[in-house]
């Protein structure tokens, strides 16, 4: 698939990868749909942004784990011509549990955000590409899908695993309509969001670990995704990014 001129769906894209992913395939000519669900300020940030160079956003505001948003959110796409694109990004960071959230509704809070909204968009968004005869959808999945995770990832490494569930039956069910569903699936990618989370000491520790030495930068994701959109061969597949970690 050609990016220019198509719509694409970022969900979570007011900061961090979602955002970053906007900017660079507004460079690259497509309509981009900002998602956001809590950060106003930073979603308007990114759209100034692509809008100050000249590319195409619209913003939109939808709680992926909730359906009537969803639906809203969809029906937005809809009427500028339906999504071409859809990239399930958002999730719920990890290191931001509250303390007051026991166990069940935290599993209930992960799986909402980080699986069944990307199955629920999904879902939406399939019907609108059968219409148009094709359409990319890409998971963006993590290294922690594969690994025993700690106690304060093992919700999300199992929501991570489930999303390849997702992607190959997507895969299957879109395939003949000409819409690919494929995961990318990134080890540690370096943000200031990110040493923010984990702490510098921490970080170098996780860099140690990694055979290329250093974390992945926002822009060799985006080549990952683009090289899933631009093929229509690939399709069911996990493209992981991770500097090697799962060569020793
Ligand atoms: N960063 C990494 O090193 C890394 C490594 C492997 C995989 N990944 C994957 O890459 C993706 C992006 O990671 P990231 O580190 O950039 O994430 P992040 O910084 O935690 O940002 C998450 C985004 O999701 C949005 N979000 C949260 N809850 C939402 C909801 N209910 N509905 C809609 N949007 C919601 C947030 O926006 P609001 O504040 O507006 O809600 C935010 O824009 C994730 O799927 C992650 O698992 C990241």
Known sequence: MIIDGK??????????LGAQLAIAFAGLGAHVFVNYAHSKEKAEAVVREI????????????DVAN??????????????????????????????????????????????????????????????MKRKGSGKIINLSSV?????????LLEYAMSKAAMHSLTRSLALVSAEYGIT????????????????RVGEDKLDGIIQGIPL??????????????????????????????GGTYMP
């Open 213 to 242: 030495k250093r974390g992945g930068a926002p822009a060799e994701m985006a080549d990952a995704i683009r090289f899933v959109i631009e093929n229509d061969y690939l399709t069911g597949e996990t493209i992981n990014i991770n």
């Open 181 to 196: 569903v494929n995961t990318v699936a990134p080890g540690m990618i370096v943000s200031d969001e990110m040493t923010e």
């Open 144 to 152: 922690w899908a594969y690994r025993a995770a700690n106690k304060q």
């Open 7 to 16: 719509n694409i769906l970022i969900t979570g894209s007011s900061q961090g």
């Open 51 to 62: 809008k100050s160079s000249g590319g195409n956003v619209d913003i939109i505001k939808c």
């Open 67 to 128: 359906i009537t948003e969803i639906e809203n959110m969809l029906s937005q796409l809809d009427e500028h011509g339906g999504v071409d694109i859809l990239i399930n990004n958002a999730r719920i960071d990890p290191y931001k549990r509250r303390n007051d959230c026991n166990d069940s509704e935290w599993f209930d809070q992960v799986i909402g955000v980080n699986l069944k909204g990307p199955y629920l968009c999904s879902l939406m968004a399939i019907e609108q």
